[in-house]
């Protein structure tokens, strides 16, 4: 593929740039252009008027063309593969599940039929619950996963008949630049613009009164920026915020069986995922053997280059993720933590973080209060189921969680008192595009993906019908 430019139908007229880094390597990747307000107004204005002829387009017209949009970028995997890692890190296997799901997102979402409700049909009257498109939409996509979030964005709103414009991460701007390229050949100009910038860029978005919804996925800290500031124009608002996810164990596991796949669960794409297993908690009957199993089955996992075959943990994607992680490993050993695995830094060329697991650490240390998002994971002993669920409902965040038993009653039952969005029975991070995702407490509010996060990015209109 081309170095990623901004697309002609939003006539950038910034003569500045930024530029993203390989965090493999450290070096530089291509220039991008940082857009103006100038550019955003102008982006707004094509998005209304690609709006107003969308929405009054048919399902099938706009299903045939997201299903066309999926296509191309089936068509261009490997060049989307290789430029993901190249931007994000990620190892190419896992760059590769990022783009299939992304194609696989973009045909099913749009199979999902919005409900139509006749809510009464009497003698006097006919009274019907619909949903009509809210107008124009702005996606604000992380650094994570920068396919997938963007394209779950898109495809929500276009079918919805809403425009939208994405604003990608500063840190990952390449492959949404690249998708808004392949989007101006299928869809009518100023549908899906994709604007890259600077810090100044989100809250010009959030602000702006020609823009109707917000869909944001991202910290929670800044969630509640996002929020601030679209409540002075009565925007509608998504937020898919931070997670702390637990993962509760009991002693009736098989752990042999059940270690890589929660070691996978706990540190895919080197951690940085919201709704990743961030605290372990494990029966006491069992703890030193899983511990054991555990440790053992992390340590053979490879730390390299992304493009480097069988690495799992690539580099963490940027320096001040990487910072932040420095600084919570410095907080394990100011607070006399035992550390089971890691627990140091190995500098080299690039952003480079092996797996830390802490041992036990009390409730109240940092490394169990806050969210990681990086490859450092305590295990903590529990016995009491009573005790074991308050302590996983004890944070602010209720993103996901999950129990794991042979007991499917047992774990069913735990299960249902956890306070979080989606709550996995002997899996995590299981996500379909018909499942709707969405956090509890300070995990987010709304929902996407799924019938309800569709419905989100349309308005409810009543429509009456008098008979006589």
């Known amino acids: 593929m081309d170095p990623p430019a901004q697309t002609d139908f939003s006539l950038c007229i910034s003569l500045q740039t930024t530029h993203g880094t390989n965090p493999a390597n450290l070096q530089r990747n291509p220039d991008v252009p940082v857009c103006t307000h100038d550019d955003l107004d102008n982006a707004v204005i094509y998005a209304q008027e690609a709006h107003r002829d969308w929405s009054k387009s048919s399902i099938q017209k706009r299903r045939i063309a997201l299903h066309a949009f999926g296509g191309d970028l089936a068509n261009h995997k490997e060049d ?231 690495t799992f943990f690539g580099p963490v994607q940027n320096a001040m993720q990487y910072a932040k992680l420095k600084d919570l490993l410095s907080s394990i050993n100011s607070e006399g933590l035992s550390v089971a695995l890691g627990g140091t830094i190995t500098e080299s060329e690039g952003l480079y973080f092996h797996p830390t697991i802490v041992d036990d650490p009390p409730e109240s240390s940092r490394i169990v209060q806050e969210e990681p998002f990086g490859p450092i994971i305590p295990l903590m002993r529990w016995s009491s189921e009573e005790d074991v669920i308050a302590r996983a409902n004890s944070t602010k965040t209720g993103l996901g969680a999950s129990v794991w038993s042979k007991d499917l009653k047992r774990a069913g039952e735990i299960g249902k008192q956890l306070q979080a969005g989606s709550v996995w029975i002997n899996s995590h991070f299981e996500v379909a595009p018909n499942v709707s995702i969405g956090g509890h407490k300070w995990s987010g509010i709304g929902s996407e993906w799924g019938v309800s996060g569709l419905i989100s990015y349309c308005n409810l209109q009543t429509l009456w019908h008098k008979k006589r």
């Open 80 to 310: 989307f593969v290789k430029l993901l890692t190249q931007e994000q890190g990620k190892p190419h296997s896992q760059a590769s599940i990022e783009i299939t799901m992304s194609v696989k997102w973009l045909k099913d979402l749009c199979s999902i039929q919005l409900p139509e409700t006749v809510v009464i049909d009497d003698d006097d009257s006919q009274v019907v619950e619909r949903y009509v498109p809210l107008g124009v939409v702005a996606g604000i996509v992380p650094w994570n996963f920068p396919v997938l979030l963007a394209i779950g964005k898109i495809a929500s709103a276009v079918y919805t008949g809403n425009s939208i414009i994405i604003k990608p991460s500063p840190f990952t701007p390449y492959c949404a630049l690249k998708l808004g390229e392949l989007a101006a050949k299928v869809f009518p100009p100023g549908l899906i613009q994709v604007l890259s910038g600077d810090d100044s860029l989100g809250p010009w978005i959030t602000s702006h009164p020609g823009i109707d919804k917000i869909s944001f996925t991202g910290s929670t800290e800044t969630g509640k920026l996002v929020l601030a500031s679209s409540a002075k124009t009565l925007k509608r608002v998504t937020l898919e915020l931070g997670g702390n996810d637990p993962a509760i164990v009991c002693e009736d596991v098989d752990i042999d069986d059940i270690v890589p796949n929660l070691a996978t669960l706990c540190f895919l794409n080197s951690s940085q995922v919201c709704m990743m297993i961030k605290r372990l908690y494990i029966h006491e009957k069992i703890y030193d053997r899983f511990r054991a199993a555990f440790i053992e089955y992390t340590a053979s996992l490879k730390v390299g280059n992304g493009t480097e075959p069988s």
